[in-house]
T-cell receptor, first 116, second 112 residues
C-alpha cells in the first residue's frame, strides 16, 4: 500500500531554534500534502495544504511566517517551524494525496516536537 | 461549515465484546468517508466508503455508509486489547486534493 515517510520522528531542541520536518511519499506522486497538528487527546487540526509547485494554503490562525511550507517536488514537502518556542511543542503529522477521488490520504508517522 | 461528529467519545469494553462506533456528517459536496485507527503514532487507514449500503470488511472490522442518514458505523467484533486506539472518522469533500474533515475521534479501550 501507499507509504508516506516523515522525518524526524522526534525532535527536542532549545527555544529559538528552527526545525525542519520532511514528508515524503515513497511509492506514489503526491500532488497535494497536508500538514496537521495534534495536541494530546485531541483530534487532528489542519494547518495548511501544500500543493506541488505553488504556495501553500494556510488555515485561519496559522502564521505562514512561523510555519514555512515548501513542496518542491511531487514526493517531498517540508514544514519548517521557525524560531520555535515551547508553545509550538506538539505532534505534527503530514498526509499525502494522489489527487484521485478514489484514493485515500495516507499519513506519515508524525513528528513529536518538544521545545525546551 | 462542514462538520463530522463521532460518538461515543470514549468507550471501555472487555475482550471479546463487539463494539459499534458511530460517525455522522454534515458537509457540502460529499465525496467519501474514511475510517482511520490511531495508536501512538499517526493514523493508519482502515476503510474508504463512497457508496451507501455496501459493507467493507477487513478481518474483525467492518464498516458501512448510509448516505440517506449521513452516517457510517464501524464495527469491531471479538475485540482484543490490541484494538485499543483512537478511531477517527473523516469525510472527503470536493476533490481528492481537498483536506479531509475529521471528527474528534472515539477512544476505545479494550481491557482483558
Amino acid at each position: 500500500g501507499a507509504v508516506v515517510s516523515q522525518h524526524p520522528s522526534r525532535v527536542i531542541c532549545k527555544s529559538g531554534t528552527s526545525v525542519k520536518i520532511e514528508c515524503r511519499s515513497l511509492d506514489f506522486q503526491a500532488t497535494t500534502m497536508f500538514w496537521y497538528r495534534q495536541f494530546p487527546k485531541q483530534s487532528l487540526m489542519l494547518m495548511a495544504t501544500s500543493n506541488e509547485g505553488s504556495k501553500a494554503t494556510y488555515e485561519q490562525g496559522v502564521e505562514k511566517d512561523k510555519f514555512l511550507i515548501n513542496h518542491a517536488s511531487l514526493t517531498l514537502s517540508t514544514l519548517t517551524v521557525t524560531s520555535a518556542h515551547p508553545e509550538d511543542s506538539s505532534f505534527y503529522i503530514c498526509s499525502a494525496a494522489t489527487g484521485l477521488n478514489n484514493q485515500p490520504q495516507h499519513f506519515g508517522d508524525g513528528t513529536r516536537l518538544s521545545i525546551l | 461549515e462542514d462538520k463530522v461528529v463521532q460518538s461515543p467519545l470514549s468507550l471501555v469494553v472487555h475482550e471479546g465484546d463487539t463494539v459499534t462506533l458511530n460517525c455522522s456528517y454534515e458537509v457540502t459536496n460529499f465525496r467519501s468517508l474514511l475510517w482511520y485507527k490511531q495508536e501512538k503514532k499517526a493514523p493508519t487507514f482502515l476503510f474508504m466508503l463512497t457508496s451507501s449500503g455496501i459493507e467493507k470488511k477487513s478481518g474483525r472490522l467492518s464498516s458501512i455508509l448510509d448516505k440517506k442518514e449521513l452516517s457510517s458505523i464501524l464495527n469491531i467484533t471479538a475485540t482484543q486489547t490490541g484494538d485499543s486506539a483512537i478511531y477517527l472518522c473523516a469525510v472527503g469533500v470536493n476533490s481528492g486534493n481537498t483536506p479531509l474533515v475529521f471528527g474528534k475521534g472515539t477512544r476505545l479501550s479494550v481491557i482483558a
